[in-house]
């Protein structure tokens, strides 16, 4: 196994801390960011392994991967891998491992991240606990680690649209030489792809991709600036929102950042420097936030880039966590300081202990003579959730939901007696019908220690959620009636139990009810996706309503082709496209055809390829009428020629209902 970035660190701490000072202001200064909220901005996101593999898993990689230093071998005392054992009382499969018996006498047993089932359970965690993002790492692809890799993003993608949880890829470029072209076809090749997703991330309507490790001064990561700037930009033309996962000291451009960097680290969207292995204790937290976090988020603000600074629990076997009072410090700071947006390192790390996902709580779910620590590492109890729920509470006081306090809110157990923890959140909420009175939802159970009882539907407006119907506890399915015809609504839903204890919401999903919808346009500012574009026509323009911007695919290059998301399966009835305004483009002809697809994956064919003539005269306008009972939440068209320049090319996609 190579060394991960976290560990390669960890030398580096005395050089990144140089005396604690005093403590400054106290108030709260307000969110300070260059872009407003969305999927990464204003929110809470954890960094995902999603590496972990058992013997008989079916994983392509065929081994104990990431559990044991020899992955051919069974982990256990004299063979492993990680520094912390997990509590696995959640997941529906494990493995057995060679370790002696836990304290308690249960087997010692371990999950894998390839079984769908333990990925489902992380994701239904992040949304109970209040975690809006994951960042799923991927290190090189291109060896044999590689299909494992690209199975764990189609398993990642899947549970987060499940839960309602955002995701996006993160790349390591640690130890790879080639990353300059790799990482271009990957993205083309293999990882674009899932942007299509209604999960996945996205910031300013850009899909967001991370790049981490440029500028490190080290061995593992030896690029000079100028391919690291080509890659970076790279990913800006092809329309993604750039987060860079930088060094600690990316801003003074010294210690364990390269000089030289200052125009790569300006270059992204947003930058997150690294933490781990640079604090350790309280008094840490507060001289970085004087020497790195006040400053850092200026020179952020005064460049334009969002900032995302790492929050990490600390280190198990080095017993820094001192039962959270550690992580709440930087919380605190983050808070006092103005950042919104915060990277949680990490949510799944066992090797190295700095983990948040639930974890042994005592000695009890430990394996005899392994050596291992628990939560109760410093003689304080802590539940094997407690900093989920510490992260949880954390990003709370962040969004301003709860007031801004030095004092940890969160207990380290759950205190009381009775039932005191809330249902799972419904899943995959989604519409499965439109009327001009109804919309129909269904859902995923949701699950709960005692049992659920029912769940609620609620409706949204203007950010306040009001309860319109109720369900029975087996029920996943309900219509919602009493509706306005022609009128959009969003809707989410929570399960309740016998306490009286409800959920966090679903995810959200909005429909619009029929009537007047053929006059309706459905794809106005909705998300897109694109096959390609060039320089900054990126698939976005399409759904601005600006009739001057457009968008252009890679020239020379059919087939081509430009995709929108109706955020739910709809009747379709036409597409209308356009292309700049007669004062600005001659006429000419593009072969067009219309797909749909439910899921942003399986398309089918709602229209075959047809010559449309976008002339000045009729105002270089064209329509693509769709048969009776077409129905698609994705629509797609391909473009295969066009008589006035070799790419495909618009400037205005409206889709209207049947």
């Given at each position: ?14 050089a ?34 999603g590496?972990?593999a ?36 959640d ?22 991240s ?26 090189n ?54 942007t ?46 750039v987060?860079g ?6 801003r003074t451009g ?10 790569v ?12 292995g ?29 900032y995302q ?24 700071n ?9 990277y ?11 983990q ?24 304080t ?25 030095a ?22 909420l ?14 995923t ?9 029912g ?6 407006t ?28 969003t ?21 619009t009810t ?17 096959s390609s ?18 968008w ?9 082709w430009?995709q929108?998301?109706?955020g739910?399966?709809?009747g ?23 797909q749909?697809?439910t ?8 229209r ?10 009729r105002g ?8 009776a009972g077409?129905?698609a ?25 049947a």
């Open positions: 196994m190579a060394v991960t970035r976290r560990a390669m660190l960890q030398a580096a701490t005395a990144g801390v140089a005396g604690t000072v005093g403590l400054g202001r106290t108030a709260f200064a307000g969110s300070a960011a260059a872009s407003p909220a969305g999927d990464v901005v204003g929110k809470v996101t954890v960094g995902y392994q590496w972990f058992c013997a008989g898993d079916g994983a392509p990689i065929n081994g104990w991967w990431h559990w044991s230093h020899n992955w051919g071998q069974a982990p256990s005392a004299t063979n492993k891998a990680i520094v912390a054992w997990p509590d696995v009382r997941y529906p499969a494990t493995y057995r491992t060679a370790f002696n018996a836990l304290g308690n006498g249960q087997p010692a047993s371990l999950f894998s390839y079984d769908q089932s333990t990925v489902d359970v992380h994701f239904r965690w992040m949304k109970q606990y209040g975690i809006d993002t994951a960042a799923l790492q991927r290190f692809p291109t060896g044999g680690e590689g299909p494992t890799r690209d199975a764990m993003a189609v398993k990642v993608r899947d549970a987060a649209e499940a839960q309602g949880v955002k995701f996006y890829v993160m790349y390591d470029v640690s130890d790879w030489t080639t990353m300059q072209t790799d990482i271009k076809a990957d993205w083309t090749g293999k990882m674009r792809a899932h299509s997703s209604s999960a996945y991330a996205r910031q300013n309507g850009k899909p967001v991709v991370c790049v981490w490790g440029f500028g490190f001064n080290d061995n593992q990561r030896p690029f000079a600036p100028e391919p690291c700037l080509d890659v970076v930009n790279w990913f800006k033309a092809q329309g993604c929102y987060i996962g930088v060094p600690t000291w990316w010294d210690r364990d950042s390269r000089p030289g960097f200052a125009g680290y300006h270059a992204f969207d947003m930058l997150s420097p690294w933490m781990v640079r604090i350790g204790s309280v008094a840490d937290a507060d001289n970085f936030y004087h020497v790195a976090t006040v400053p850092d988020l200026a020179e952020c603000t005064a460049h334009g880039i969002d600074p790492c929050v990490l629990p600390g280190g198990v076997t080095e017993r820094q966590r001192a039962h959270g009072d550690f992580m709440w410090r930087q919380f605190y983050m808070g006092r300081a103005g950042v919104p947006s915060v949680i390192s990490m949510f799944d790390e066992y090797n190295e202990g700095n948040i996902a639930k974890t042994a709580e005592s000695q009890a779910w430990v394996p005899t003579g392994s050596g291992l620590l628990a939560l109760d590492e410093d003689g109890t802590c539940s094997s959730d407690y900093y989920l729920r510490l992260t949880g509470d954390g990003g709370r006081m962040l969004k301003g939901q709860i007031p801004l306090t004092v940890r809110p969160t207990p380290t157990t759950v205190v009381g007696g009775g039932d005191t923890l809330p249902p799972t959140a419904p899943g995959n989604r519409v499965t019908a439109v009327t001009g009175t109804t919309v129909a939802l269904a859902w159970a949701a699950d709960d220690n005692v049992g659920v009882t769940y609620r539907i609620r409706r949204i203007g950010g306040t959620a009001t309860p319109v119907a109720t369900a029975g506890a087996n029920a996943t399915t309900l219509t919602v009636t009493g509706l306005t015809a022609s009128t959009s609504y809707f989410d839903a929570q399960a309740l139990d016998a306490a009286g204890l409800a959920s966090e919401p679903s995810g959200r999903v909005t429909a029929t009537g007047d919808s053929p006059n309706t346009d459905l794809a106005r500012h909705r998300p897109t996706a694109e574009h060039t320089q900054a026509y990126g698939s976005a323009h399409a759904v601005d309503g600006d009739p001057h911007t457009y252009e695919s890679a020239n020379h290059a059919f087939p081509q430009l929108v998301d109706l739910t399966t709809t379709v009835g036409r597409v209308v496209l356009a292309v700049p305004p007669s004062t600005a483009w001659a006429a000419r002809t593009q072969t067009v055809a219309v749909g697809s899921d942003g994956v399986s398309f089918s064919s709602l075959g390829a047809t010559a449309l003539t976008f002339d000045p005269s270089n306008t064209a329509t693509l009428s769709l048969p077409a129905t939440r994705h629509v797609r068209l391909v473009f295969t020629a066009n008589t006035g320049w070799p790419a495909g090319q618009v400037a205005d996609l409206r889709v209207y209902g």
